[in-house]
C-alpha cells in the first residue's frame, strides 16, 4: 500500500491546483478588465479560455482518483463498494440540484431575501455532511444531522422559482457537483463490475467519446425528448473525461508493477497528440470549440490537455518528490469537497454586507490580485477548518 499512498500524491496535487483555479476563474468570472483567455468562452464563440478547462480537469482527477480509492478498500476488505458509488453520486446529484435551483430563486415571492436562502442551503449541508469522527457520540451526530435536514426541508418550503411554468423546486439542469455526481456513478460502476480490465476502460472511454460525437452530428435526435433525465445526464462528454482518468490510472498501475513506467510517458504524449489532432479536426463540423454547448472538439482538446497536465505533476511529484511544492494549497487537494462550498458562505454573506471591493480590487489587475488573494484565503480557512476537525465528506 506504501506505493499507492505515494502514487495519489500526484493526484493531490492535480486536485489542489486544479480547485485553487476553480475557484480563482469563478471568482474572476464578471471582474471587468481583465484577460478574457482567463475566463469562459461565449456560448456561440468557438474558443477556449482557461476556465473552460477547468471543469474537464476535475472530472479526468475524479477519474484518476477512482482505481485507487477501491483499492483501498478492497484492501481493507471493504464489500459495500456499489453501495458507496451509489450513494456518493446521489450525494452530488442532489446537492447540486439545489444550487441549479439556487439559480432560479425568486426573492419577492419568498420571505427569505436569496443570500440568506443560499447561506441557510449551504450551513444545512455541512451539519447534514460534516465527517463526525468516531468520538462523536451517536446521539450528537443525529442531532446535529437531524438539525441540518429540517433545516433544508424548512428551505425547500420556502423556496419559489422565477419560473412561471415551474413554481417550486425543479430540474433545469444537474449542476456542476451533479454533473460530477453521474459521471462518478457510470465510471465507477463500469470500473467496479469490469474488475480494472484495463481494455474494457479504454472501451468505456471511446464509447462515450464517440456517443458525444454523435450527439453533435444529430445522429441521436431521437433522445431528444428524454436526454436530461437519461442515465447518462447528457451527451457523454462527462463520462468521457471520467473514463479518460480511469484508464490513465490503470494503465499507469499496471505499467508501474511491471517496472515499465517509461512507457506511460509515450503513452500519454501519443494519446495527447491523438486527440489534439482530433479534435480540431471535429472541430469544423461539430459547432467549434464551447465548453457551454459541449462540443466534442471541446471533449478532445481537454482531454488532452488533462493528459499532459497530468504527465508533468507525476514526473514532478512522483518522480522528482516534489509534492512540498504544493503544500501551501494541500487543503484544496485533500479537503476538496469542504472547499468548494465554503465559497457558497461567503457570497452569500458579503452580499448581505452591501459593502464593495475598493475601485482598484474590483477591475483590471486589482481585480487579478483580489481573486488570487480570495482563492488563497478560502484554501487556507479549508486548511484551518481541517486541523479542527471540520471537514465535509460523502
Known amino acids: 500500500m506504501s ?21 480563482f476563474v469563478n471568482d474572476l468570472d464578471g471582474v471587468p478588465n481583465t484577460p478574457e483567455w482567463l475566463k469562459h468562452a461565449g456560448v456561440n464563440a468557438d474558443a477556449l479560455g482557461l476556465a473552460d478547462t477547468i471543469f474537464p480537469a476535475f472530472l479526468f482527477i475524479v477519474g484518476l482518483s477512482i482505481p485507487y480509492a477501491f483499492a483501498k478498500r478492497l484492501h481493507n476488505q471493504e464489500a459495500h463498494v456499489p453501495y458507496r458509488i451509489i450513494t456518493r453520486s446521489l450525494a452530488l446529484v442532489f446537492i447540486g440540484f439545489f444550487h441549479a435551483n439556487s439559480e432560479t430563486y425568486n426573492e419577492s415571492a419568498t420571505i427569505l431575501p436569496k443570500p440568506v436562502w443560499d447561506s441557510l442551503a449551504t450551513f444545512s449541508f455541512f451539519f447534514i455532511f460534516l465527517d463526525y469522527s468516531k468520538n462523536t457520540s451517536a446521539l450528537r451526530r443525529y442531532i446535529f444531522q437531524g438539525f441540518g435536514v429540517a433545516l433544508l426541508i424548512a428551505m425547500c ?20 457537483l451533479g454533473l460530477i455526481g453521474w459521471a462518478y456513478l457510470v465510471c465507477g460502476l463500469i ?7 484495463l481494455w474494457i476502460q479504454a472501451a468505456a472511454w471511446l464509447f462515450f467519446m ?30 468521457a473525461f471520467t473514463m ?62 488533462s493528459l499532459v497536465v497530468y504527465a508533468f505533476f507525476i514526473f514532478i511529484v512522483d518522480v522528482k518528490h516534489k509534492y512540498h511544492w504544493f503544500k501551501v494549497i494541500e487543503p484544496a487537494g485533500t479537503s476538496t469537497f469542504t472547499c468548494y462550498l465554503l465559497p457558497y458562505l461567503f457570497y452569500p454573506l458579503y452580499q448581505m454586507t452591501d459593502l464593495g471591493y475598493p475601485q482598484y480590487l474590483d477591475q483590471g489587475t486589482g481585480g487579478l490580485i483580489r481573486c488570487l488573494i480570495f482563492s ?7 486548511g484551518l477548518l481541517q486541523k479542527i476537525n471540520v471537514r465535509l465528506k460523502i
Open 3 to 23: 506505493n499507492l499512498i505515494n502514487r495519489i500524491r500526484s493526484i493531490d496535487a492535480f486536485r489542489a491546483v486544479t480547485m485553487f483555479l476553480m475557484i
Open 157 to 176: 418550503v420556502i423556496y419559489r422559482s422565477t419560473d412561471p411554468a415551474h413554481p417550486w423546486l425543479h430540474l433545469t439542469w444537474w449542476g456542476i
Open 191 to 197: 470500473y467496479y463490475y469490469s474488475n480494472g480490465i
Open 210 to 239: 464517440f456517443f458525444n460525437i454523435d450527439f453533435h452530428f444529430g445522429m441521436l435526435d431521437f433522445l431528444s425528448g428524454i436526454q436530461k433525465y437519461m442515465w447518462i445526464a447528457g451527451n457523454g462528454a462527462m463520462q
Open 244 to 305: 479518460a482518468g480511469v484508464f490513465v490510472s490503470v494503465l499507469y498501475m499496471r505499467l508501474n508493477k511491471n517496472n515499465e513506467i517509461k512507457m506511460l510517458w509515450a503513452a500519454m504524449i501519443l494519446m495527447a497528440i491523438i486527440l489534439f489532432n482530433l479534435g480540431f479536426i471535429v472541430r469544423y463540423f461539430s459547432g467549434g470549440i464551447s465548453k457551454a454547448r459541449d462540443t466534442p472538439s471541446w471533449v478532445l482538446i481537454c482531454t488532452g490537455i
Open 376 to 382: 488563497f484565503v478560502i484554501v487556507w480557512l479549508t
